[in-house]
């Protein structure tokens, strides 16, 4: 006799979480001033529709078709130098900071408090540049030391420097250990350890995730020029301030056309690694592509005289960081949180939606469509919708969310359409057998399997919004962003030094958590 | 060791040759308080003149951000530049900096306060609620000046508007307002005249609602360390433009600059007290 199953064990906290994200949500509303009713206003579409009028057709006026050249190569070339800095700066970073190498894992001996001080401050040095976002990294390089493309490739040198080095770190310590402990037991130094016990089963990975930052970096790279640090996100931002829609699609097909192009050249190279000598045609072509990148920038760098002393009597110009703005300072942390919350769940709903048809649920025609929606929605930088939506929904964070849940919904719905071809169907298949609806038998057959894998991309994603979210307001769509684009503009230092000291708390804040919240999944 | 003595000495010769080639050029810049391709167009002229008038080689350097070339020019990085009021008097707290001539407009400047016909604004106070676009932070008669003077009509733009927003430029501030992405605007008083003039302004879409008084605005001023003989030879060249000539005239329309005249520090105390004033001194 069977007996009837228990109901919900999770019940409660299943409800719990359910009211505690409306109840976190509610104020998101006001605190961005989103009103969904602004989408349907018949005003905010009519400004819409007069702009992507504008649109067609595509300006092909010669001189512009030039620069725009000029400044497509300058975007690869400043992401590629960018990304060759930050791996001369994340491998030492590293190397220093790795647990993998630590004597007391590899052979159960104490640590010397010094080196664990040290430590501790080379993790903390990795904190501050990965947890300024690079284009506020960017502006600030602007402003101390001059305009052009410098800036952004030290910008991406730093920021990703952090980043690599934490991440580098991380793929070292997954490494099975036990061949570096034998090596370390039969004397070996930590050099020697790191060469010959980890350095060649960690390398497919470690090449692996810089070719996908590098990725990332060509996305960076495009934007920067919003800040004045030169690449096509230059052009653009003169064409969106002067309305100027011809130039604006022309500069967006560029865009989609450089994403794709990445992300072609990234899948190529990790193919290449499987391949026997693959490995040493891709560092040849890696470092083929750094000098061509340096020799085109360098006449560029000479020119812009951009310079290096004036970064010390800059940052001493940010001290003492202004104390009086604390409220200002919590309302724009708030401002920032609600819109990077907001701007995730209407992801979620979207690339919930999209992700049925992308997975090919309603025959190869839909699906084909959805995929080419989503590649839109996700090749376009998140910056990039946002200085688009400012004019659907106005200036301020309503159009931080909007630019947030278009960018996410096509990263998310990729995402969810994968999990969803790669799931087991056949729940599904079983239950459509006997007879249940089509929709019930997704419900019960196949979402259960999706569904948790679901919220950790979301989360993930989530915790990236946050970060982005803090500077969308350098495109005028609220956030600390604006303040500390303004505080900037109007040499107010220590306003500014404030600024990125809540910017760096909320991203290193926003770091423990997702850590603390993953550690307590696994 | 003759060899090298020689080879040592030419390339002494070649260095002071490069430095030397290097001093005859005057590097000029400009705040971009308009379209990058306008300031270029209406530069060229001017830079040809000056280049004839000076001897020397003169390079525009293209800047896209106001405070940029604040900090260019007090490190030395260009020679000159076309600075507005308040950019001027920053440039003035944070290095040496000579201002040599304005044009006659200068000293009875204006900003004009524009707003979308379908708001159906009558007078500022009936902007409430509405937004409200700035050109550039960095900009006098785009965000200093009608910020001033709006606190001196007891509205405080952050408070008094939905949404406040700097759109960059003088030009960019009025294309917004007449898409609708604001609802108001203010800018520099001569753009708007240029682009009323040119029938770049849909007179059906964008209003005129109110005119500041006037106050000290734009010129053109020198790093403190460029050659004092320079500085006079330049604000010579630019007093000696006749708008009687036509060749001049056409330089001078370009600035739209009935001629220039001299001016000096003390012009720009108002500003610096209206920043002072409306808190965008530190």
């Not at chain 2, 900003?111 to 159906?120: E, P």
């Not at chain 2, 879409?205 to 500085?231: I, M």
């Not at chain 2, 708008?243 to 610096?272: C, H, M, V, W």
Request: proline residues 4%.
């Amino acid at each position: 006799m069977l007996k009837p199953y228990p109901r919900d064990p999770a019940r409660w906290p299943r409800l719990f979480t359910l009211l505690l994200g409306l109840l976190l949500l509610a104020p998101s509303f006001s605190l961005t001033q989103f009103n969904p009713a602004t989408l349907a206003n018949p005003d905010s579409w009519h400004t819409m529709a007069g702009f992507v009028a504008g649109f067609f057709p595509l300006s092909t006026q010669g001189s512009f078709l030039l620069d725009v050249a000029r400044e497509t190569i300058t975007t690869l070339a400043s992401a590629t130098a960018g990304i060759a800095l930050a791996m001369l700066l994340g491998a030492p970073l590293a190397f220093v900071t790795t647990r993998a190498l630590e004597r007391h894992v590899l052979a159960a001996e104490a640590a010397s408090a010094s080196m664990l001080l040290f430590k501790s401050a080379v993790r903390g040095v990795m904190v501050i540049l990965r947890g300024i976002p690079e284009i506020v990294w960017a502006l600030l390089f602007v402003r101390a030391a001059g305009l052009g493309s410098l800036p952004a490739v030290l910008a991406i040198g730093l920021a990703y420097g952090g980043m690599l080095g934490k991440v580098y770190a991380e793929i070292l310590e997954s490494q099975p250990r036990e061949l570096a402990t034998a090596l370390y037991l039969q004397g070996a130094s930590r050099w020697q350890c790191l060469l010959y016990g980890l350095w060649p089963q960690a390398l497919p990975e470690l090449v692996s995730y810089s070719v996908y930052r590098w990725e990332c970096a060509i996305r960076a790279s495009a934007v920067m020029g919003f800040v004045g640090a030169g690449g096509v996100g230059q052009l653009l931002d003169t064409s969106l301030k002067m309305l100027n829609g011809g130039e604006v699609s022309t500069l967006l097909l560029v865009f989609l056309l450089l994403v794709g192009l990445s992300e072609g050249i990234s899948l190529c190279s990790r193919h290449a690694l499987e391949r026997a000598r693959g490995g040493l045609y891709l560092l040849g072509g890696g470092l083929l592509a750094v000098v061509a990148s340096v020799l085109w920038l360098l006449p560029g760098w000479r020119d812009s005289g951009f310079d290096l002393s004036a970064i010390p009597r800059f940052i001493h110009d940010f001290f003492p960081p202004d104390g009086s703005m604390l409220a200002e300072l919590a309302h724009g942390t708030l401002e920032t949180l609600a819109m990077s919350a907001l701007g995730t769940v209407l992801a979620f709903v979207a690339a919930a939606v999209l992700a049925m048809p992308a997975a090919g649920r309603f025959g190869s025609l839909l699906k084909l469509a959805s995929r080419l929606l989503l590649n839109l929605l996700r090749g376009v930088p998140d910056l990039l919708w946002a200085s688009i939506a400012v004019l659907a929904v106005g200036l301020g964070p309503a159009a931080g969310v909007l630019a947030l849940a278009l960018h996410t919904a096509g990263v998310l719905g990729r995402l969810f359409a994968e999990t969803l071809e790669n799931a087991d169907h056949t729940p599904e298949l079983a239950l459509r057998q006997s007879g249940v609806s089509q929709l019930l038998a997704f419900a019960y057959g196949l979402l259960p399997t999706v569904f948790s894998q679901w919220v950790a991309y979301t989360l993930y994603r989530w915790e990236n919004n946050i970060r982005i979210a803090t500077v969308l307001g350098i495109v005028g769509a609220g956030g600390l962003g604006q303040q500390l684009y303004l505080a900037l503009s109007l040499f107010q230092q220590h306003k500014a030094a404030s600024l990125i000291i809540a910017m760096l708390l909320l991203s290193w804040l926003v770091e423990q958590l997702s850590r603390a919240w993953r550690q307590h999944m696994a | 060791m003759k060899t090298l003595k020689l080879s040592l000495a030419t390339a002494l010769l070649a260095i002071s040759a490069l430095a030397s080639a290097e001093e005859a050029v005057l590097k000029v810049s400009a705040i971009p308080d308009e379209a990058p391709t306008e300031l270029q167009r209406k530069f060229a002229p001017l830079g040809q003149y000056l280049e004839k008038q000076l001897g020397m080689k003169v390079q525009f350097v293209p800047v896209t951000d106001y405070a940029a070339v604040v900090t260019a020019l007090n490190s030395d990085k260009i020679d000159m530049a076309w600075l507005g009021g308040f950019t001027f008097v920053q440039a003035s707290l944070h290095g040496k900096v000579v201002p040599l001539v304005q044009r006659e407009e200068d000293s009875r400047f204006t900003s004009k306060f524009i707003v979308n016909a379908a708001v159906g604004a009558k007078s500022l106070k009936d902007l409430k609620g509405k937004s409200f676009a700035f050109g550039s932070a960095s900009s006098t008669s785009g965000h200093l000046m009608p910020r001033y003077f709006l606190q001196k009509e007891g509205i405080k733009p952050e408070t008094f508007f939905k949404n406040v927003a700097y759109s960059g430029a003088h030009d960019a501030t009025v294309a917004w307002v007449a898409s609708g992405k604001v609802d108001a605007g203010a800018l520099n008083a001569s753009v708007w005249d240029k682009l009323v003039e040119s029938g770049k302004v849909d007179s059906s879409k964008v209003k005129l609602l109110a005119t500041s008084p006037a106050f000290y605005d734009y010129n053109w001023t020198v790093r403190g360390n460029l050659d004092k003989k320079l500085q006079e030879r330049i604000s010579a060249a630019f007093l000696k433009l006749d708008p009687k000539n036509p060749q001049d005239k056409a330089i001078l329309d370009l600035q739209r600059a009935s001629r220039f005249i001299p001016t000096k520090a003390d012009n720009y105390k108002g500003i610096e007290s209206a920043a002072e004033a409306a808190g965008l001194l530190k």
